[in-house]
């Protein structure tokens, strides 16, 4: 089973959009329909998710009717070092989401249930305290800049 990393988010824009946008980012050149990509360390799947399927998430992010899903497959086998940066890149990548939409809130989780990086509310963009582990998230310091660019907290695993 492939390492998947899933980010739910306001839809400021339509999941074909949003394929364009996160393969741009992440290099995934070879699209396969209008909401799937592939790229040398990652795959990229979009949605569009309603409140109706999804209840718990929409609640999550404000009680809208529908949100942008997209799904990260990171790839096995890139060794510590590739996983590592793997890893780096598809955080960035939500990240400047957030940077490039204001108004968006959403949540970036491994595997559904951990989330690792949020904005919701008013608090703007907000790591979770994992990343700081050097021997785990944070290998080989590819997180350093983000680490220091945004608040580090523990944050509530709504999801669990």
């Not at 940066?85 to 491994?110: I, N, Q, Y």
């Not at 608090?123 to 580090?152: C, F, I, Q, S």
């Amino acid at each position: 089973m492939a390492i998947e990393y899933h980010f739910a988010a306001s839809p400021v824009m339509s999941d074909t959009e949003a394929l364009g946008y996160f393969a741009g980012l992440l290099g995934c050149d070879d699209r396969r329909t209008d909401t799937f990509a592939v790229g040398p360390v990652v795959q990229i799947d979009t949605d569009t998710d309603t409140a109706e399927e999804y209840p718990h998430t929409a609640e999550v992010l404000g009680g809208i009717p529908e949100f942008l899903s997209v799904t990260f497959r990171q790839a096995k086998d890139l060794g510590d070092r590739g996983d590592a940066s793997a890893f780096g890149d598809m955080l960035t990548a939500v990240v400047r989401f957030f940077e490039d939409f204001p108004d968006a809130k959403g949540t970036f989780a491994f595997n559904f249930e951990t989330i690792l990086v949020q904005r919701l509310g008013d608090a703007g963009v907000v790591l979770d305290r994992r990343l700081l582990e050097p021997d785990g998230y944070n290998r080989h310091g590819t997180l350093d800049d983000l680490l220091a660019k945004y608040p580090v907290r523990e944050i509530d695993q709504v999801f669990r």
